[in-house]
Nanobody, 125 residues
Framework: QEPLVESGGGSVQAGGSLRLSCGASSTLYLDYCMGWFRQAAGKEREGVAL???????GYSDSVKGRFTISQDNAKNTLYLQMNSLKPEDTAMYYC???????????????????WGQGSQVTVSS
């Protein structure tokens, strides 16, 4: 069984909204950072929206104010609500999880060890 299973994504016009979900098959870490990274064609992977076991969040500057990450601990599920989507948000989005380390607490950098299968998000102009 895959440790992280994603759903959601798809195609939408600019200005529209989508929601991604990520279910964890089990408790991967008691003290964690989790969230979404994305990789567009020809670009490096970047962290987009992350959250830790205490509910602290981190967002890339490019999505602040438009994307919201949340978690349902009872369901072991993460959600990424993406509003006001732009063509530059087009990418493969990957759910990921890693331990809550000093890099996360100080720099909001999550060193993920578990990855989902990826969900394509395409935003047309």
């Amino acid at each position: 069984q895959e440790p992280l299973v994603e759903s959601g994504g798809g195609s939408v016009q600019a200005g529209g909204s989508l929601r991604l979900s990520c279910g964890a098959s089990s408790t991967l870490y008691l003290d964690y950072c989790m969230g979404w990274f994305r990789q567009a064609a020809g670009k490096e992977r970047e962290g987009v929206a992350l959250i830790d076991s205490d509910g602290r969040t981190g967002y890339s500057d490019s999505v602040k104010g438009r994307f919201t990450i949340s978690q349902d601990n009872a369901k072991n599920t993460l959600y990424l609500q993406m509003n006001s989507l732009k063509p530059e948000d087009t990418a493969m989005y990957y759910c990921a999880a890693g331990p809550n380390t000093a890099r996360w607490r100080v720099l909001r950098k999550c060193d993920a060890n578990y990855w989902g299968q990826g969900s394509q998000v395409t935003v047309s102009s």
